[in-house]
């Protein structure tokens, strides 16, 4: 019993080791491969620019209000990760945070920006807000990075050159949602969708995915935002009464999509509709560019380091941020150089791609710059799964079944 214990044994500590150098070949920032400047007393400061559109946020569960340091905690810790591999090659990175106000006018901010030096722009702004820098930003020779804007108009009839984009687009989620349904085979689904903006984009994404994979949406049903207080004394027992009685006459389904990007009465959905059935969207189960529970690929180690620099998980903007911070990283990095010319060669590169944490590297689609990436799909508790599904095929990349495919984009760069 003794020699097949320490066999046991050996045999686990072996696979725990290898598991650990998996890790960490994805985690670490790339290894110089050219000669170091510091040997010669130089020191280059890369400067990069986070400009987010901030207020307050309200959400109908206070565990679900976004932290104030969203996003921009993300690319701090992309920073220091950029910093410890450039500290070899004489380079400096450094971000400049600005906040304006959602839907300010954000184009003297990004004139100040630009006047302290920032070449590379991480914008956390609406879509208007982002249109109004961007061709600014293309004849100053600064490269803009979103990774909070989720508008497929931005990949699509508004795309710009000199733009990317790390954070996915509502029909990348969509996607990823409508797939995982499919394959638990619950195809019949009704669509509850709010009065905002945001909430018809993500409808719109919704019912584009079901024709897609087929999906049905046998009905359809909009709730109306009257205003009313979202956290009263009263509110939970309304809401008990309410949903039930709004959901009462829907057709018999498999599933209940909610498009509620504002925030006005998806929370309230789940367990409270007239008959049982899971929920999935904007509640319930929820496709996202991140999760804060994800331990799979790496993501132990980034999630660790994260929350021992800020003091909690990491969400999806945080992710966004981060990506975007370490792709220009990397490209200083590879090139031992922090001329933007030659960087953002590197990153339009063929064969340029980033690890980040999702199981395999993340490309560029060339046709508007997109990042090819995984969809998680979570609850409040735990990843539930990751999509590209199993059997959903491409002739060029899995992840190309996630959202606008080359034949289908309408982006056609100036």
């Known amino acids: 019993m003794v020699p097949n214990t ?13 598991a650990c150098l998996v890790s960490a070949q994805e985690a670490a920032p790339a290894s110089p491969t050219a000669p170091t400047a510091q040997d010669e007393g130089q020191q280059t400061e890369v400067r990069i620019g986070y400009l987010r559109a901030y207020a307050p946020q309200l ?17 701090n810790v992309a920073i220091g990760d950029n910093n410890t591999t450039g500290r070899f090659l004489g380079q400096t990175f450094r971000l400049d945070v600005t906040e304006v106000k959602p839907e300010a ?11 302290r030096g920032d070449r590379y722009l991480l914008a956390d702004l609406s879509a208007r807000q982002l249109l109004s820098i961007a061709d600014i930003a293309r004849d100053n020779g600064i490269l803009i990075f979103n990774v909070g804007a989720t508008d497929d108009v931005l990949r699509e009839e508004e795309c710009r050159r000199n733009v990317f984009h790390t954070a996915p687009t509502r029909t ?24 905002h903006e945001g909430d018809q984009l993500f409808a719109d994404a919704l019912r584009r995915a079901a024709t897609r994979f087929g999906g049905e949406i046998v009905a359809e049903k909009l709730f109306e935002d009257t205003g009313t207080a979202r956290r009263t004394d009263s509110g939970v027992a309304q809401i008990q009464r309410q949903m039930p009685v ?30 049982p059935r899971p929920v999935a969207g904007t509640a319930g189960l929820i496709p996202s560019a991140w999760h804060p529970a994800s331990e799979q690929w790496g993501g132990t180690q980034i999630q660790n380091r994260f929350a021992k620099a800020t003091g909690r998980r990491m969400l999806s903007t ?4 981060w990506t975007a911070v370490r ?14 010319a030659k960087i953002e060669a590197f990153i339009r590169a063929d064969d340029f791609s980033i690890a980040a944490f999702k199981g395999q590297k993340l490309t560029f689609r060339k046709w508007n710059w997109q990042l090819r990436q995984p969809i998680f799909l979570g609850d409040g508790r735990s990843v539930v799964s990751t999509s590209p599904q199993e059997g959903f095929l491409h002739q060029v990349s899995e992840l ?13 760069f100036e």
Not at 6 to 18: E, T, Y
Not at 247 to 274: K, N
Request: one cysteine or more; hydrophobic letters at 50%.
């Open 327 to 340: 792709i220009i990283g990397d490209a200083a990095t590879r090139t031992s150089s922090a001329d933007p």
């Open 6 to 18: 320490l066999a046991v044994f050996i045999g686990l500590f072996i696979a725990s080791v290898n």
């Open 246 to 275: 709004f959901t009462q006459d829907l057709a018999d389904h498999d599933v209940v999509l909610v498009a509620d990007e504002s925030e006005v009465f998806g929370t309230y959905v789940p367990f409270r509709t007239w008959i």
């Open 400 to 412: 190309d079944t996630l959202g606008v495919d080359e034949p289908e984009t309408r982006c056609v």
């Open 318 to 321: 945080d992710m966004a941020a």
């Open 59 to 75: 959400a109908l569960s206070v565990l679900d209000v976004p932290p104030r340091d969203e996003g921009v905690a993300g690319a």
């Open 105 to 115: 006018d954000v184009v003297p901010a990004f004139h100040e920006m630009a006047a």
């Open 172 to 195: 990348m989620l969509a996607d990823g949602l409508a797939q995982y349904l499919v394959w638990k085979q619950w195809r019949r689904w009704v669509l509850i969708y709010g009065s």
